[in-house]
Structures are given as structure tokens and as C-alpha cells.
């Protein structure tokens, strides 16, 4: 097969809801292929098998499609290079460790998880930053033939310089240096045979001939490792971009617990893929004033990866409100726009699991709205009054907020079995009965004490709508505590 253009790709883990950092960095590749003639290609990241599931996979294709973007290349479209799953590459990843040990260019590593804590605990009381100490790398060959024989077990970690500097252009940062001490002996190969990320995400740019490489700033650290990995291999290296990250409007680190952070959250409320793209992509065009509201393609003949900023694309909720309100306004003909609202409507089949669950408590449909209008709504008016008629006091009501909001995080899947298991798991925790522990959960995401059920209303809003309401309530709430001392 011939290449022609570039090919460039988003990579994400599922470990998590779809986040809109993901689209931002999706936005940049598939304006970059789209601009230079290229190929835009998804591929999952599932190398940590502890904290990805299928589940999070499913979100994250849905929360891409449903921004717009599309790929040529992926684990649901195919492609000539697949599969685009790491979890399902595994057995590929084998030969490349064995090829850089033979080369001398790793080493196994038997050290216990104890030992590194060990080694880890001294590096800090030491006040230097942890990084192995490469007690491994003594090894004679006859040792390591030994220990595998008595059935140790091994990762396989990579060599590093021990003098020097990685220097490097990014197509962002510029010319960068980093010195080769500050580089970790990176494990390749973990014990189980799965490879870490960095050895997977290189072989695979390499294999799927990914010529530019454009993701978060985050990783700007890693390039050393994997610069190292493809002269290694003696591999050509691809471009490197490095994009500055999303950031509240205090700069900090773009993260749930100040904005909203997730892809579903944005498609919930009712803003349009289309206003969200526009937002995104704004932060890869130089555009004057008053010249804000772009199409994709419109986007994609001003995209100019040339000129882009280092210093933070900001998430201004208000001009995404203001662009959103323009797109609703402005490019949606009335036919369009009800065709849309009833397609936001019926998201995660909300509007049908909503009337089902309504049929049984109304008299009149006119009742409809007050009973299941919080499904649909983007503010439940929540304020002291909401949850004065509690039988806990605001203290105690605060307390379970907080420790449902910080519960539900962790909680793999959601649904409405895995949401009642995972209340009744808190009740305890708190040392409350499920039934007190329920109505502020309930007054919190409905802003009424009379509504749908607790746990199929929770499943219908979906993790990050629920999150953002506990998180108001608790905010109300925690006013109430404040007043009463
Ligand atoms: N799996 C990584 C992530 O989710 C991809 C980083 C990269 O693009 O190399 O951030």
C-alpha cells in the first residue's frame, strides 16, 4: 500500500468518561489530515487492563462520533494495519521485547514491588526524584538464566544514556533538551507480558506508520524514551507536537472537580457537536475578532498548526455558551433545530425510560413536566430550601454528598444494578440506613422530593451529569453548614 498524506491519530485509553481533552487532541488530527490530504486514524490504549473496559471503549467511540469527527482506520471501521486495540496486539508486542534485550538495549528487572518501594521510600528522604536504580542491570547473563529457570518473575525494562541529553524539535515547544539523568529506566514489558504504554504506542506508530505524532503537552516528558525506543528498533521517527492543555480559567489543570469534564456532560445539557468543535478549534486558528463562528470546514482551511500557543487553551464555559447560543440561533433552520432537540431528547433513550418510569405516578400528563423535566434540564434550581425538609441535618447531609460524589468515581460500570449495589456499600461505609441516606441524594439530582426513582434516575442522567449535581448540592449545602455553626 502506497501512503500519500500524513497519518496521524488519537489514541485514548478507556479508563474513564470520554474527557474533552480527548476531543481537542482528536480535533487537531483530524483537521491536520483532513488540511494536508491525510489519514485520521482512532486506536484504544487498553495496555493498563485494570483500569480499562469495553465499557469505557464504547463511550469514548460514541462520545467521538458523536462530536463529528470521523476516522478512516479504527477497532470498529478496520483497517489495513489492525488490529487498532492494543489488548488484542499483545502477542505482537512479545518479539520487539526479546529483539532489544538480544541488542543489549534492555535488561530484565526481578526486583520486587517491596524492593522499588523500598528504593523509592530513600529517594524521596533523600529529596531526589524516584527512578530506578538499575540494580538489574548488574545481572550476569548466567544469573538472569538462573533466576528465570527457579520461575521469577521479570519485567523488561529499558536501557538509558548515562551522560548527555535528548535534544529534539517539537512542532510546538521547538528545540527541546532534556537530560538523559532525568530519564527513568522505563519497564517495557510488564510481568504479565503486556507491554506499558510507551513501548506499545511507539511500535504501534511505527507498524500503523504514523508519520506525526500531535497529543498533550503531558507527554512531552516521554519523548526521550521513545526518541530511544526508535533508534533502538532503527526506525524513523515521527514529527512530534506536543499541544498545550486544556485549563480552567484560573490556568490550573483542566479537571472534573472544578468543570465539567466530560464529553457526555456537553451532549446532555444540549450543546451542539458542532458549537463544541467550533470552541475546540478555535485554539488552532488565528482568527480576528467578530469571526468566531466556524464550520468544520471552515476550520479546517484556517487550521494553522504552525502558529500554535504554548501558553494553555483556556475552557471558557461562557464563550462556549456564547458559541453555542449562535449555533442554536444562527445555523439551525426551525426544522433542523426540532429535529435536533427531540434527538437530544431521546439520548440514551432519556425521553422513553423517563415516560415508562412516569406512567405509574401521574394523573394528568400535564404532570409530566415537573415530575421528569430534570432529566432533561440543565439546572435543578437547587438552593437551602431544597433540602430543608430533610430529616439530617445539613452536616450530616454534606457527609453523604461528599462521600456518594467521591464513591461514585470509582465505580466501573453504570447502571442502575451497579448504582443501588454501590449506594447500599456507602450506607454502610457511613453507618446510615439506605433510606436516610437516599432522599438528599435524591432531592440533589432532581431538585424535587418527589420524582422518579432514585437509581434508574441516576442511571438515565448518566456519571457526569450526576456528579456535577452532587457537586452544586453539596456546594448549597455546604452554605447551610456554614450558616448554622
Ligand atoms: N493513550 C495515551 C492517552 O490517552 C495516548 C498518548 C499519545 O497520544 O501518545 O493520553
Not at 489543570?253 to 457537536?273: D, E, F, W
Amino acid at each position: 500500500m502506497t501512503i500519500t498524506g500524513p497519518r496521524v491519530r488519537i489514541a485514548p485509553s478507556p479508563t474513564g468518561e470520554p474527557h474533552v481533552g480527548t476531543a481537542y487532541i482528536a480535533l487537531f488530527n483530524y483537521l491536520f489530515a483532513k488540511k494536508h490530504g491525510g489519514t485520521f486514524i482512532l486506536r484504544i490504549e487498553d495496555t493498563d487492563a485494570t483500569r480499562s473496559t469495553l465499557e469505557f471503549e464504547q463511550k469514548v467511540l460514541d462520545a467521538l462520533k458523536w462530536t463529528g469527527l470521523s476516522w478512516s482506520e479504527g477497532p470498529d471501521v478496520g483497517g489495513p494495519y489492525g488490529p487498532y486495540r492494543q489488548s488484542d496486539r499483545k502477542a505482537m508486542y512479545q518479539p520487539y521485547g526479546q529483539e532489544l534485550l538480544n541488542k543489549g538495549h534492555a535488561f530484565r528487572c526481578f526486583c520486587t514491588p517491596e524492593r522499588l518501594e523500598q528504593m523509592r521510600e530513600a529517594q524521596r528522604a533523600a529529596g531526589k526524584p524516584p527512578k530506578y536504580d538499575g540494580l538489574c542491570l548488574n545481572l550476569t547473563a548466567e544469573e538472569v538464566t538462573a533466576k528465570m529457570a527457579a520461575g521469577e518473575s521479570s519485567v523488561i525494562r529499558m536501557k538509558i544514556p548515562t551522560e548527555g541529553s535528548c535534544d529534539f524539535h517539537d512542532g510546538v515547544y521547538g528545540d527541546v533538551s532534556i537530560p538523559w539523568d532525568s530519564v527513568d529506566m522505563q519497564v517495557l514489558i510488564k510481568g504479565d507480558g503486556m507491554p506499558t504504554y510507551h513501548m506499545a504506542n511507539v511500535i504501534d506508530d511505527h507498524l500503523m506508520k504514523i508519520t506525526h505524532v500531535a497529543r498533550g503537552e503531558e507527554w512531552l516528558a516521554s519523548v526521550p524514551k521513545h526518541i530511544l525506543l526508535y533508534r533502538y528498533f532503527g526506525w524513523e521517527q515521527p514529527v512530534f507536537m506536543h499541544l498545550s492543555l486544556m485549563r480552567n480559567a484560573d490556568k490550573s489543570k483542566l479537571s472534573k472537580r472544578k468543570n465539567p469534564t466530560s464529553i457526555s456532560y456537553y451532549s446532555a445539557l444540549g450543546y451542539l457537536p458542532e458549537a463544541l468543535m467550533n470552541f475546540l478549534g478555535l485554539f488552532f486558528v488565528q482568527i480576528p475578532e467578530g469571526e468566531e463562528m466556524l464550520t468544520m470546514d471552515e476550520l479546517t482551511a484556517k487550521f494553522d498548526p504552525d502558529n500554535l500557543s504554548k501558553a494553555g487553551a483556556i475552557f471558557d464555559i461562557q464563550k462556549l455558551d456564547w458559541l453555542n447560543g449562535r449555533w442554536i440561533r444562527e445555523k439551525l433552520s426551525p426544522e433542523d433545530f426540532i429535529a435536533r432537540t427531540l434527538e437530544w431528547a431521546s439520548e440514551n433513550s432519556r425521553l422513553t425510560e423517563g415516560l415508562k418510569l412516569s406512567q405509574s405516578r401521574i394523573s394528568k400528563l400535564g404532570e409530566l413536566p415537573g415530575l421528569a423535566g430534570f432529566l432533561l434540564s440543565n439546572d435543578v434550581g437547587l438552593t437551602p430550601a431544597s433540602f430543608a425538609g430533610l430529616k439530617t441535618n445539613p452536616a450530616e447531609t454534606l457527609e453523604i454528598l461528599q462521600t456518594v460524589q467521591a464513591d461514585l468515581e470509582k465505580m466501573i460500570e453504570w447502571n442502575v444494578e451497579s448504582i443501588d449495589a454501590e449506594l447500599r456499600a456507602i450506607s454502610d461505609k457511613l453507618g446510615k440506613k439506605l433510606r436516610v441516606v437516599t432522599p438528599p441524594l435524591f432531592v440533589a439530582v432532581s431538585g424535587s422530593s418527589r420524582s422518579l426513582p432514585l437509581f434508574d434516575s441516576m442511571a438515565l442522567l448518566g456519571r457526569s451529569v450526576v456528579r456535577q449535581r452532587l457537586k452544586i448540592a453539596a456546594t448549597v449545602v455546604a452554605s447551610m453548614v456554614g450558616s448554622a455553626a
